[in-house]
């Protein structure tokens, strides 16, 4: 794998989760029922614990310090960009229980 074709892996990973936080926001806004927010919200969860997973296993798959550090450092930042994503939904969630 060239390092174009890297780049071009994680520039679509970036927009599939932009076009998913936009469908995740459209069934908020769309949900008819509290268990309806109740599922997406499990399923968010889930997909929370999956990355920390993830993460938590290239952290142990190594002795060196440099390449840990650098797992957590790039789980903070993959979690802050979830968490940014997340936290604009929620702002929309928001905003549709007020009208309710």
Partial sequence: MSNEDSRSAWNQFESDIQGLAGDL????????????????????????????????????????????EKTKQTARSFGSAVAETFRDLSDEIEKAVKKR
């Fill in 25 to 68: 926001k459209r069934h908020y806004r769309n949900a008819r029922s509290e268990k309806d927010t109740a599922e997406l919200n499990r399923s968010l969860e889930q997909l929370r614990q999956a990355a920390e997973s993830v993460f938590k296993s290239l952290e142990t798959t190594t002795r060196d310090p440099e390449v840990r």
